[in-house]
């Protein structure tokens, strides 16, 4: 399954780790983020799209100390499984948490490298 995910690290800022499939996952990324508040979590369906925003599962910060947030883009069979935040942290949260353990605290993601 495919979805956009964006979030930081400790020390790396704001970027996409998934990009769903788009060469460009911005403009899907800002058309689903479009109109919703800076809410530290948050759940929104347009048609069928879901974006969902929460925070790291585990608490962690970055080194200014501010909560990790976590922000996903999902269409298809898995948005039909997605109306909340809680759902985004039973449904999405399952497939990314090993990846992000593995280099949320290196300098930079593997994947960017």
């Not at 990790?68 to 759902?87: C, K, N, R, T, Y």
């Amino acid at each position: 399954m495919s979805f956009i995910w964006a979030t930081r690290g400790r020390t790396w800022g704001f970027r996409f780790l998934r990009d769903g499939g788009f060469a460009d996952p911005l403009p899907a990324y800002d058309d689903a983020f479009a109109y919703l508040d800076d809410e530290p979590e948050t759940c929104r369906r347009v048609g069928d799209t879901v974006a969902v925003r929460l925070l790291d599962p585990l608490g962690r910060r970055d080194e200014f100390g501010r909560v990790i947030p976590h922000e996903f883009v999902v269409v298809g069979e898995l948005a039909d499984a997605i109306d909340s935040v809680e759902d985004g942290l039973t449904q999405i949260w399952p497939m990314v948490k090993d990846e992000y353990e593995g280099f949320w605290d290196s300098p930079v993601p593997v994947n960017q490298e």
